[in-house]
């Protein structure tokens, strides 16, 4: 009850609830929104595509490195979840593997640049994590299964996918972010 | 700092576990969870705008990709062209209109009595192994899980999940979808299910069969119905394409009569919300 009241005491000397939480809270639930969309409607119905990217791997990826590891937990829950809703079925367990790419992140990009480079090479251990929830995934749902039939007919043709599409995701993010940075930056110039 | 980022990754962790569980019973018990159905509700708009983009990147894209297959199918409908125009010119727009009505009422001639509610494709899922569609019909138009869902051509699957405005529907080459069927030449009885290793042919599997049953390649499979299905009787599932023998007895090939690769949002799905004999 006191800790309660210590809190709202400090947010109250702080002013309140931040204009930059509010505005990060608004741009990533946008993102989180478009993306999950874009993934289950275009991108699931494009005929010309081996596989439906995941689109929101390359955005915790890029909000970890850019925004902090923070900022990717939270979004890759609400990611999660969004994407779980509009194209999933039963069970949600994504949340739980955008969370595994945010820590497989903090434990490898701790002494790496916020670079497109550093991005790229996440991007990698991210791939193979993704491809073993896939593969569990498989295994849960759909039961029998031949390894060389589900790698070659869904986990590299994901993999490829995702590899492909999150590029863009990258500069998609820091231009998501550059409202947030700016204010930031300007505050602590004066 | 340090203490608060590993906080927030530690809280996250066990939101994400608990809604991993949540979720896992909600899907046992049949419940769609309120989230989902809000989620699914609000992005509605977008994944339609998204779908007519991809539906325009499909019809521009296929021009290069299926250049032969449309090419032949230009020279059929140009040699079909020639033989109607060898009919009775009087009667060439009655009989087109004719065709046309046939097509999409021959569900209501073969099986009278059904309730139906069309409906449209608004999204699929995301997993690359599953053939799972949302549709843009649910609770508040009478949708409930387990309803059969139709195209023109026949069976497509049922409803595995109703919101509010949406449903979610497996097809019949899913391993969850098993329909009992018997063939029109000998009434063989079987079960079409969905096979992983046959899914990405388009194929599924009629199981359990009598190993004396009479069947050949060219049979075509309808809906057995019965009070323990969901499917009410007659509706075309498919044709055998192949019929091979192994220990466990036959092993039966059915080509679906439905599409599911070319199930876009110009197709007509139609979900059977009642049918007579179900009373």
């Known amino acids: 009850m ?33 993306l999950s969309a874009a ?23 890029a909000i970890a490195l850019l925004d902090g590891r923070g900022s990717a937990a939270i979004v890759a ?5 969004t994407v779980d809703a509009l194209g999933g079925v039963g069970a949600s367990l994504s949340p739980l593997l955008y969370l595994g790419v945010v820590l497989t992140v903090g434990l490898l990009g701790e002494k790496m640049l916020s670079s497109f480079l550093s991005f790229l ?10 491809a073993l929830f896939s593969l569990v995934g498989i295994w849960l749902f759909v039961g029998e299964i031949t390894f060389a039939g589900v790698l070659t007919g869904v986990l590299l043709p994901e993999a490829i996918s995702t590899f492909v599409f ?20 300007r505050a602590a110039r004066l | 700092m340090r203490l608060e980022k590993i906080r927030v990754l530690i809280i996250c962790g066990i939101v994400a576990l608990a809604i991993a569980i949540v979720t896992a019973l909600f899907a046992v018990i049949g419940f769609t969870g309120p989230v989902r159905g809000i989620l699914k509700t609000v992005a509605k ?57 046939k097509e999409h009422l021959e569900i209501a001639d073969t099986s009278a009595g059904l309730r139906l509610t069309e409906a449209r494709v608004i999204s699929r899922a995301i997993d690359n192994y599953s053939t799972v569609l949302t549709l843009n019909r649910g609770t508040v138009h009478g949708v409930k899980v387990n309803m059969p869902v139709l195209t023109p051509d026949g069976v497509f699957g049922y409803v595995k999940e109703a919101g509010l405005d ?36 388009g194929l599924c599997l009629m199981t359990y069969i009598d190993k004396n049953a009479d069947l050949r390649i060219g049979d075509r499979v309808y809906t057995k119905g019965g009070e323990e299905s969901n499917y009410p009787p007659d509706l075309l599932i498919g044709e055998i394409v192949s019929i091979e023998a192994d220990d466990s007895g036959l092993v039966v090939r059915i080509k679906p009569a439905v599409d599911v690769s070319r199930i876009d949002t110009v197709s007509r799905l139609m979900i059977i919300c009642g049918y007579a004999s179900e009373g």
């Open chain 1, 2 to 34: 006191s800790r309660m009241r210590s809190i709202r005491r400090k947010s109250r000397r702080q002013g309140g609830i931040r204009p930059d939480l509010v505005k990060r809270i608004v741009i990533f639930g946008l993102l989180t929104l478009i």
């Open chain 1, 121 to 130: 090479l996440l991007l990698l251990p991210s791939l193979f994590l993704r």
């Open chain 2, 45 to 101: 708009p977008l994944e339609w705008c998204g779908t007519q983009v991809a539906n325009a990147v499909n019809g521009f894209s296929e021009v290069f990709t299926d250049y032969d297959r449309l090419a032949q199918e230009n020279e059929e409908l140009r040699e079909e062209l020639a033989a109607l125009k060898e009919q009775v010119q009087d009667d060439t727009v009655l009989r087109e209109e004719n065709t046309w009505l």
């Open chain 1, 77 to 81: 829950v609400a990611g999660g979840i």
């Open chain 2, 166 to 201: 949406w449903c979610k529907v497996v097809s019949l080459l899913e391993t969850v979808s098993s329909i009992g069927a018997y063939t029109d030449r000998t009434g063989a009885l079987g079960v079409v299910q969905g096979d992983l290793a046959l899914r990405d042919e």
């Open chain 1, 39 to 61: 993934m289950s409607s275009f991108f699931a119905q494009l005929t010309c595509l081996p596989a439906t990217p995941d689109l929101m791997l390359g955005a915790v990826i």
């Open chain 1, 166 to 185: 999150c590029c863009p995701i990258y500069f998609l993010v820091m231009l998501c972010l550059l409202p947030i940075k700016d204010r930031r930056e």
